[in-house]
């Protein structure tokens, strides 16, 4: 077992997808982790903002919500709800927004349940619900996707359709009336999945070290191509030094 | 709204006075931020019930709202409180056992409809979730709506661009305006006339304010007007709007109030076990906001050292390096 | 936008690079305030053609930018500069004779147009102006909108209430989105990352910077970006939104700008003089706008003691008790 | 010759129909006299608001455009235009607003020009244009309009309607789908007007002192009824110094 754990390893596979100049949407635990990540490793001309309004926060201690006051440090400017989702729609803007989402569910085509598992009338499991995650996954161009890799979680069908990825495939969105692209990767705590171009289906990119891509399949109710599939390069010291002294010394979210 | 000069009054006489049982409300700041909480221990003081309320992520005080059996009906875009709560607990266990009705939207949509009451126009129209359940699928029944002249008659309309292609647009959806009875917010500083100051993110308090036929605001300070009126381009809200000023200093307790104080994770760590379990549930209401008969005496059972230890940092506005 | 940290640079190169001749521009302020009247000299210095002025009442600035010949079509609301020009003089003669093209719409219709620009929607609703001619009556032929990619196929559109007699109303005005190509602004403070910050009103500064594909600031104050950082809220503009941060004290004279200096009423009484006799108006243009080569040089022929009459009072952000 | 002007006169006739507790929406010029003036005379708790954003402002000089940076001063918030006009639009506070405004050309029934005499496509006379003046028209439920009592003025037709008063009688701005009431009265240099509840055409409700009913009707156009006409009160000592004094004393709007 390699000195890290499959959450530093998330944070920053994620990390090393951010390019650099980008808006990095943010929304609570890991994704915060793999925006903060970025700036050090690959991207330090990324942009953080949070649906709160905050554009362009200086992180000093990680946010244990969107809404906490740890985003307000040091932006450019603080507003609110509605300024910060029309930067997103708002084509100019939200043409360089990369937003990092995650969910209860998710399927073949990247399209994201955070609602309900059952029926949405009566449904056995609630949850938060969309916040902002239908918003920005209608706007923006690419999104990242953390999921826990589990059988239930990468589901054929998804109980409730809360934000959309490719919806049915390569025409859905349009077909639909969004702008943007879906889903552009799912980062899980076994593998990186990719969008095939031609088909937007989901397909394996690689796998953490010490996992096989049989063992991804084996955690996922449909099944995806393996035919590109390398293991992902480890962390690299560098890496974890920043994610570990920099972005989380407390291991508010990386965790004991 | 109300254009007299003099707003001031006691939490009592203003939640009796603007929150009727039934009535349709809204709760400013957002999951564990400046969420006016003395309000909302007052609204549930009052054992007020069958409330419709409107939320986008207003957190902690719909948990305790809902949890204390205050709502009937919510619209809503996010029931959570960051870490401490995932999926706000009492929501979910109402939600689970059809103890409350639920119309789900999204931050945006659940902003632009507090927006469209604020201007006073019917609809505004988005991109947002278009092709998605948030559409298709409706909490509030067609019957329901269309027997209660509160609600409009659809949940969302997806409309073709009347101007074409204009603006690279095919297709809006329209989402409706919300015209809350009364929204109640918690914020930095007011004046006896009225006027509001918010330091620090908004979120959509000012639409939520606006779009209300009555507004009541709670706040740390209760400053001189002229003060305020010194720079009123940093004041969110002119008097006119306000019908009630409450003086509440550490109102949004145990949520964070920016540059005051921070959240208590150590309550909201307590709360998330009380949630769980129905009786310790019960203990709780019990204890921490029906025994206390107002703001003061409530405070006065906050553990020694608690309120020191979130006291915000002047130059973060919150407190550095708190133990979460 | 320009995600990159540094926006400074001189006016010449920020109007060169980012207007050319036929752009869709849009101008900040109002009336006789905070017009950015360096930029507009600017332009008409560089002698750019054809420009599509989008404007709600932005004044002397709309003015000048006709008179110097630069602007081929405007959609506007209002073209007065108050009691100094209750209609703008050189935008009557041209539209009298014919050498420019207007649509008319009202300032909110305007307001609302930058607004659904900046929110990425291809139209906003509003009650106003339903039966009136700023309906019935268009500037641009059909014609003209449909051979030009650049405007929409309509004017406005008028439709009923898709969710029927919501919010107490059957019918609503759609009013189509603007996205101008630039918009040009002066405020007081910014800084080299195109941090922006407005004191006193913003009339629609902020909807038409979030509209446009590119943002000039010209600012009083060039600030240091840690300072205007330390209270984010204060800043209406974030820094990714500009292209072009320019240090232009008094950019905004004629004009007022809040805090700083006051309109110059002897400068604006000359004007009107100026610009109701062809003669003398192409005089004005060579002698304050054409022969100096920059800001610098044309500031220096401003009479002696001009600015200091106009200096703001710092209590009142105006110059009181000014000769007007 | 009474001891005052036309235009002190029509400020303070205008000033006398400010309701206190109403909401004024002021243009420029003799409109700001007169809500500056109804504050002193018989609205105290009355509030003034500009299009430009300013609310509740607390004026000490008389501003020389809406724009003017006076209109800032001691105001309860100052934003921009959007804010202003929603809260006209917003029916909870748009029923508590008085517009006063002023225009070119108006009929029978209120209705406004101030955008062009001649055809709107080449005009003999090109005007500012709307500015705010149609959608205060639109929105709020009284409006008070100033007038210059002259016969190109009040006109059978207006050549441009570009704000709505009653539209075309009673049904008129239902029927187009607007909120709100049209002109409540018409002050002029020669005679207050009012709205007939029913038929909602003008009629003549006081002439000025000096003035007769037939040199009001021989400066306009169209006829209205004067079976209710009466004299005006002429201003009172106190009005005069209220608005000499207090409200214009550099007789910037009064003129000399």
New interface residues.
């Given amino acids: 077992m390699p000195g890290y754990n499959a959450r530093e390893l998330m944070a920053i596979a994620a990390a090393r997808k951010i390019n650099d100049g980008e808006i990095v949407f943010c929304g609570t635990g890991i994704s915060m982790l793999a925006a903060m990540a970025a700036k050090h490793i690959c991207a330090p001309n990324s942009i953080i903002i949070f649906e709160t309004g905050a554009i362009d926060s200086q992180l000093e201690e990680i946010p244990m919500a969107v809404g906490d006051s740890r985003v307000m440090l040091g932006a450019s400017s603080n507003s609110g709800l509605a300024d910060s989702f029309a930067l997103m729609q708002n084509r100019t803007t939200g043409r360089h927004v990369v937003g990092i989402l995650g969910a209860a569910q998710i399927d073949l085509f990247g399209n994201l349940n955070s609602t309900v598992v059952g029926d949405y009338d009566r449904p056995s499991v609630r949850f938060a619900g969309s916040g902002g995650a239908a918003d920005v996954a209608s706007f923006v161009d690419r999104t990242l996707i953390f999921m826990q890799h589990e059988r239930r979680k990468f589901v054929s069908n998804v109980d409730y359709l809360t934000s959309p990825g490719w919806l049915d495939g390569p025409d859905g969105r349009r077909k639909a009336g969004l702008p943007g692209n879906g889903p552009a990767a799912v980062i899980s705590n076994l593998a990186v999945m990719g969008f095939d171009d031609a088909t937007r289906e989901m397909f394996l990119e690689a796998y953490f070290p010490g996992v096989t891509p049989q063992a991804v399949l084996d955690n996922m109710e449909f099944t995806v191509d393996l035919s590109r599939a390398r293991e992902l390069e480890p962390p690299t010291e560098r890496e974890l030094r920043i994610l570990r002294e920099i972005v989380d010394p407390q291991r508010l979210i990386l965790g004991g | 709204?109300d254009?007299?000069?003099e707003k001031v009054m006691d939490l009592k006489t203003a939640v009796a006075r603007f929150v009727p049982d039934g009535a349709h409300i809204s709760i400013g700041?957002?999951?564990?931020?400046r969420n006016p909480m003395a309000a909302v221990y007052e609204i549930i003081r009052q054992r007020k019930t069958g409330l419709h309320l409107y939320a986008?992520?207003n957190?902690q005080g719909v948990d305790e709202l809902v949890g204390a059996g205050c709502v009937a009906r919510v619209e809503?875009?996010?029931?959570?409180?960051?870490?401490?709560a995932?999926?706000?607990i009492r929501?979910?266990k109402a939600?689970?056992n059809?103890t409350i009705a639920v119309e789900?939207?999204?931050?945006?949509?659940m902003?632009?409809r507090f927006?469209?009451?604020?201007?006073?126009?019917?609809?505004?129209?988005?991109?947002?979730?278009?092709?998605?359940?948030?559409i298709?699928?409706w909490?509030f029944s067609e019957a329901l709506r269309r027997s209660n002249p509160r609600l409009?008659?659809?949940k969302l309309?997806?409309?073709d661009?009347?101007?074409?292609g204009?603006?690279?647009?095919?297709?809006?959806v329209?989402v409706?305006?919300i015209?809350p009875d009364v929204t109640l917010l918690h914020v930095q500083k007011a004046g006896r006339?009225?006027?509001a100051r918010?330091?620090?993110?908004?979120?959509?308090?000012?639409?939520q304010a606006?779009a209300?036929?009555h507004v009541i605001v709670t706040c740390e300070d209760l400053a001189d007007a002229?003060e305020?009126?010194?720079h009123?381009?940093?004041?969110?809200?002119?008097?006119?709007?306000l019908d009630a000023v409450v003086h509440v200093p550490h109102g949004a307790y145990p949520t964070?109030c920016?540059r005051y104080y921070?959240?208590d994770?150590a309550f909201l760590n307590d709360y998330r076990t009380a949630a769980t379990d129905d009786e310790r549930y019960t203990r709780y209401l019990r204890d921490w906001i029906f025994e206390p008969s107002d703001h003061r005496e409530q405070h006065a059972r906050i553990p020694e050292g608690r309120l020191a230890a979130i006291q915000?940092d002047p130059h973060?506005?919150?407190a550095?390096?708190l133990k979460?």
């Fill in positions: 709204m254009t007299s000069s700041g957002f999951t564990c931020n986008h992520s957190g809503i875009a996010y029931a959570g409180t960051g870490r401490f995932p999926t706000c929501f979910r939600v689970e059809g789900d939207y999204s931050n945006y949509q902003t632009l927006l469209a009451g604020a201007m006073g126009v019917p609809f505004l129209p988005t991109r947002s979730a278009l092709g998605t359940d948030i298709r699928r909490g409009p008659n659809e309309v997806v409309m661009n009347p101007f074409g204009w603006a690279e647009t095919d297709r809006v329209l409706p305006a015209r006339d009225g006027t918010i330091e620090g993110l908004t979120f959509a308090d000012v639409e606006k209300a036929r002229g305020l009126r010194a009123p381009h940093l004041n969110q809200l002119p008097g006119i709007l964070a920016y921070d959240y994770p915000a973060t506005g919150y550095k390096g979460r």
